[in-house]
Protein backbone atom coordinates (compact mmCIF):
# COMPACT_ATOMS: atom_id res chain seq x y z
CA UNK A 1 0.00 0.00 0.00
CA UNK A 2 1.39 3.27 -0.81
CA UNK A 3 1.96 5.85 1.62
CA UNK A 4 -0.81 8.62 0.25
CA UNK A 5 -3.07 5.33 0.96
CA UNK A 6 -2.26 4.80 4.34
CA UNK A 7 -2.26 8.97 5.41
CA UNK A 8 -5.55 8.76 3.68
CA UNK A 9 -7.04 5.87 5.99
CA UNK A 10 -5.07 7.24 9.01
CA UNK A 11 -6.63 10.49 8.88
CA UNK A 12 -10.24 8.63 8.07
CA UNK A 13 -10.26 7.07 11.20
CA UNK A 14 -8.51 9.75 13.27
CA UNK A 15 -11.72 11.95 11.90
CA UNK A 16 -14.10 9.72 12.47
CA UNK A 17 -13.65 8.45 16.08
CA UNK A 18 -11.49 11.40 17.39
CA UNK A 19 -8.54 9.34 18.88
CA UNK A 20 -7.15 6.20 18.04
CA UNK A 21 -4.38 3.81 18.85
CA UNK A 22 -1.29 2.64 16.87
CA UNK A 23 -1.96 -0.43 17.22
CA UNK A 24 -5.07 -0.66 15.87
CA UNK A 25 -4.22 1.43 12.41
CA UNK A 26 -1.49 -1.18 11.96
CA UNK A 27 -4.08 -3.98 12.23
CA UNK A 28 -6.19 -2.19 9.81
CA UNK A 29 -3.28 -1.42 7.21
CA UNK A 30 -1.48 -4.92 7.86
CA UNK A 31 1.84 -3.11 8.15
CA UNK A 32 4.00 -2.83 11.56
CA UNK A 33 4.00 -0.12 14.18
CA UNK A 34 6.84 1.49 13.52
CA UNK A 35 5.38 2.20 9.77
CA UNK A 36 2.39 3.67 11.03
CA UNK A 37 4.05 5.86 14.04
CA UNK A 38 6.28 6.80 11.17
CA UNK A 39 3.60 7.70 9.37
CA UNK A 40 1.24 9.57 12.49
CA UNK A 41 3.93 11.30 12.84
CA UNK A 42 5.18 13.06 9.43
CA UNK A 43 1.12 13.74 9.77
CA UNK A 44 1.74 15.45 12.48
CA UNK A 45 4.14 17.88 11.24
CA UNK A 46 1.91 18.57 8.34
CA UNK A 47 -0.44 19.75 10.60
CA UNK A 48 -3.07 17.17 10.00
CA UNK A 49 -3.69 15.37 13.04
CA UNK A 50 -2.17 15.25 16.62
CA UNK A 51 0.46 13.07 17.65
CA UNK A 52 0.01 11.26 21.38
CA UNK A 53 1.34 8.66 23.24
CA UNK A 54 0.21 5.25 21.57
CA UNK A 55 -1.64 7.03 19.09
CA UNK A 56 -2.92 10.14 17.38
CA UNK A 57 -6.58 12.41 17.66
CA UNK A 58 -8.00 14.64 15.47
CA UNK A 59 -7.33 18.50 15.22
CA UNK A 60 -11.19 19.01 15.54
CA UNK A 61 -10.94 17.02 19.04
CA UNK A 62 -8.18 18.53 20.53
CA UNK A 63 -8.84 22.32 19.15
CA UNK A 64 -12.73 21.71 20.48
CA UNK A 65 -13.68 25.81 20.74
CA UNK A 66 -16.12 27.63 18.68
CA UNK A 67 -13.71 28.50 15.95
CA UNK A 68 -12.47 25.24 15.28
CA UNK A 69 -12.01 24.49 11.31
CA UNK A 70 -11.41 21.04 11.50
CA UNK A 71 -14.74 19.11 12.33
CA UNK A 72 -15.57 16.09 10.88
CA UNK A 73 -18.87 15.97 9.51
CA UNK A 74 -19.97 19.43 10.67
CA UNK A 75 -23.04 19.70 8.93
CA UNK A 76 -24.43 16.27 9.88
CA UNK A 77 -23.36 17.29 13.37
CA UNK A 78 -25.56 20.35 13.55
CA UNK A 79 -28.19 18.18 12.03
CA UNK A 80 -28.13 15.82 15.28
CA UNK A 81 -27.81 18.83 17.50
CA UNK A 82 -31.07 20.56 16.23
CA UNK A 83 -32.78 17.20 16.35
CA UNK A 84 -31.03 16.87 20.14
CA UNK A 85 -32.32 20.30 21.15
CA UNK A 86 -35.88 19.42 20.29
CA UNK A 87 -36.07 17.08 23.35
CA UNK A 88 -35.85 20.12 25.57
CA UNK A 89 -38.23 21.92 27.12
CA UNK A 90 -38.65 25.12 30.14
CA UNK A 91 -37.43 23.95 33.27
CA UNK A 92 -35.44 20.52 31.94
CA UNK A 93 -32.49 19.28 33.92
CA UNK A 94 -29.77 18.02 31.82
CA UNK A 95 -26.15 16.29 31.77
CA UNK A 96 -24.05 17.10 28.32
CA UNK A 97 -20.84 15.20 27.60
CA UNK A 98 -17.73 16.14 25.54
CA UNK A 99 -17.37 16.11 21.77
CA UNK A 100 -17.60 18.08 18.99
CA UNK A 101 -21.41 16.64 18.36
CA UNK A 102 -22.48 17.85 22.00
CA UNK A 103 -20.68 21.67 21.35
CA UNK A 104 -22.66 21.53 18.69
CA UNK A 105 -25.97 20.68 20.69
CA UNK A 106 -24.80 23.58 23.11
CA UNK A 107 -24.34 26.10 20.15
CA UNK A 108 -27.70 25.20 19.02
CA UNK A 109 -29.75 25.53 22.45
CA UNK A 110 -32.11 28.75 22.53
CA UNK A 111 -30.97 31.55 24.96
CA UNK A 112 -34.12 31.95 25.59
CA UNK A 113 -35.08 27.93 26.78
CA UNK A 114 -34.66 28.09 30.88
CA UNK A 115 -32.61 25.16 31.45
CA UNK A 116 -30.53 23.62 34.23
CA UNK A 117 -27.43 22.07 32.32
CA UNK A 118 -24.47 19.86 34.39
CA UNK A 119 -21.25 19.32 32.41
CA UNK A 120 -17.96 17.70 32.06
CA UNK A 121 -16.62 19.26 29.20
CA UNK A 122 -14.60 22.90 29.26
CA UNK A 123 -15.63 23.57 25.83
CA UNK A 124 -19.70 23.22 26.13
CA UNK A 125 -19.40 24.94 29.63
CA UNK A 126 -18.20 28.22 28.08
CA UNK A 127 -20.30 27.96 25.08
CA UNK A 128 -23.67 27.80 27.34
CA UNK A 129 -22.34 30.28 29.69
CA UNK A 130 -23.74 32.49 26.40
CA UNK A 131 -27.25 31.16 26.68
CA UNK A 132 -29.18 33.80 29.28
CA UNK A 133 -31.57 31.01 30.33
CA UNK A 134 -29.11 28.17 30.77
CA UNK A 135 -27.38 27.59 34.22
CA UNK A 136 -24.19 25.94 34.15
CA UNK A 137 -23.24 23.50 36.47
CA UNK A 138 -19.62 22.21 35.75
CA UNK A 139 -18.45 18.69 37.13
CA UNK A 140 -15.08 19.36 38.46
CA UNK A 141 -11.78 17.55 38.64
CA UNK A 142 -9.10 16.08 36.60
CA UNK A 143 -9.43 17.68 33.30
CA UNK A 144 -8.01 14.91 30.25
CA UNK A 145 -5.98 17.31 27.87
CA UNK A 146 -7.05 15.63 25.18
CA UNK A 147 -11.13 15.06 25.58
CA UNK A 148 -11.29 18.33 27.28
CA UNK A 149 -13.71 16.55 30.24
CA UNK A 150 -13.34 16.11 33.62
CA UNK A 151 -12.53 12.86 35.02
CA UNK A 152 -11.33 10.36 37.65
CA UNK A 153 -13.13 9.41 41.65
CA UNK A 154 -14.14 13.12 41.87
CA UNK A 155 -16.35 13.52 39.11
CA UNK A 156 -17.87 10.11 39.59
CA UNK A 157 -18.83 10.95 43.44
CA UNK A 158 -20.34 13.77 42.39
CA UNK A 159 -22.37 12.16 39.20
CA UNK A 160 -23.63 9.99 41.96
CA UNK A 161 -25.04 12.39 43.56
CA UNK A 162 -27.18 14.16 41.04
CA UNK A 163 -30.74 12.46 38.75
CA UNK A 164 -31.31 14.56 35.51
CA UNK A 165 -34.34 14.14 33.05
CA UNK A 166 -32.00 13.52 30.53
CA UNK A 167 -27.71 12.93 29.46
CA UNK A 168 -26.81 14.06 25.70
CA UNK A 169 -23.96 11.11 25.23
CA UNK A 170 -20.89 10.73 22.25
CA UNK A 171 -19.43 7.85 21.11
CA UNK A 172 -16.56 5.85 19.47
CA UNK A 173 -18.20 3.54 18.22
CA UNK A 174 -21.74 1.77 17.66
CA UNK A 175 -23.10 -0.93 17.08
CA UNK A 176 -26.39 -2.68 17.52
CA UNK A 177 -25.64 -5.79 19.30
CA UNK A 178 -22.42 -5.00 20.83
CA UNK A 179 -23.47 -1.61 22.16
CA UNK A 180 -21.50 1.73 22.84
CA UNK A 181 -17.41 0.91 23.45
CA UNK A 182 -14.40 3.06 23.44
CA UNK A 183 -10.58 2.25 23.99
CA UNK A 184 -10.27 4.41 26.63
CA UNK A 185 -11.15 2.84 30.13
CA UNK A 186 -11.05 5.70 31.92
CA UNK A 187 -13.57 7.45 29.42
CA UNK A 188 -15.70 4.57 29.60
CA UNK A 189 -16.12 4.76 33.80
CA UNK A 190 -17.30 8.25 33.37
CA UNK A 191 -19.78 7.27 30.58
CA UNK A 192 -20.94 4.73 32.96
CA UNK A 193 -21.66 7.23 35.59
CA UNK A 194 -23.24 9.82 33.64
CA UNK A 195 -26.01 6.71 32.25
CA UNK A 196 -26.42 6.04 35.75
CA UNK A 197 -27.24 10.01 36.74
CA UNK A 198 -29.95 10.15 34.10
CA UNK A 199 -33.39 8.86 33.83
CA UNK A 200 -32.95 9.04 29.30
CA UNK A 201 -29.84 8.62 28.07
CA UNK A 202 -29.74 10.44 24.02
CA UNK A 203 -26.77 9.27 21.89
CA UNK A 204 -25.98 11.42 19.64
CA UNK A 205 -23.86 10.05 16.78
CA UNK A 206 -23.18 10.31 12.92
CA UNK A 207 -24.18 7.18 10.94
CA UNK A 208 -20.50 6.54 9.94
CA UNK A 209 -19.89 4.86 13.76
CA UNK A 210 -23.16 2.62 12.96
CA UNK A 211 -21.65 -0.96 13.17
CA UNK A 212 -17.92 -0.33 14.53
CA UNK A 213 -16.87 -1.55 18.19
CA UNK A 214 -13.91 -1.27 20.18
CA UNK A 215 -12.32 -2.86 23.63
CA UNK A 216 -13.99 -1.33 26.18
CA UNK A 217 -17.92 -1.58 26.74
CA UNK A 218 -19.67 1.35 28.07
CA UNK A 219 -23.04 0.10 27.94
CA UNK A 220 -25.88 -2.33 26.11
CA UNK A 221 -27.78 -0.44 23.40
CA UNK A 222 -30.71 -1.09 25.07
CA UNK A 223 -29.54 1.35 27.94
CA UNK A 224 -29.79 3.95 25.59
CA UNK A 225 -33.33 5.97 25.56
CA UNK A 226 -32.99 8.09 21.91
CA UNK A 227 -30.18 7.34 19.41
CA UNK A 228 -29.98 10.94 16.90
CA UNK A 229 -28.11 10.14 13.69
CA UNK A 230 -28.44 12.64 10.96
CA UNK A 231 -30.41 10.12 8.90
CA UNK A 232 -34.17 9.96 8.68
CA UNK A 233 -35.49 7.81 11.32
CA UNK A 234 -37.03 5.14 9.00
CA UNK A 235 -33.42 5.11 6.80
CA UNK A 236 -32.67 1.06 6.30
CA UNK A 237 -29.24 1.73 8.03
CA UNK A 238 -31.25 2.28 11.50
CA UNK A 239 -33.12 -1.04 11.13
CA UNK A 240 -31.25 -2.93 13.37
CA UNK A 241 -31.72 -0.53 16.33
CA UNK A 242 -35.61 -0.58 15.42
CA UNK A 243 -35.71 -3.98 17.27
CA UNK A 244 -33.98 -2.65 20.29
CA UNK A 245 -36.86 -1.13 21.90
CA UNK A 246 -35.71 2.61 21.78
CA UNK A 247 -36.45 5.71 20.42
CA UNK A 248 -35.06 7.07 16.93
CA UNK A 249 -34.40 10.70 16.16
Same mark, same amino acid.
Given at each position: ??????? +??????????????????????????? #???????????????????????????????????????? =???????? +??????????????????????????????????????????????????????????????????????????????????? %??????? %??????????????????? +???????????????????????? %?????????????? =????????????? #???????
Amino acid at each position: MLKEERH +KIILNEVALHNRVLLTDIAEILEVSID #TVRRDVKELDTEGRLRKVHGGAISLGFVNVTSQNQHVYAL =EEKRMIAK +KAVSLLKNGSVILMDGGTTCLEMAKAIPSDLQLTCFTLSLPVAMELLEKAGTQVIFVGGQVSKEAQITVGAHVMHHLSEINVD %YSFIGTG %YVDPNFGLTEFDWEIVQIK +KAVLAASRNTVLLSISEKINSQHR %YKTCDISAISTMVT =ELAPTDPKLDLFR #TKNIELL
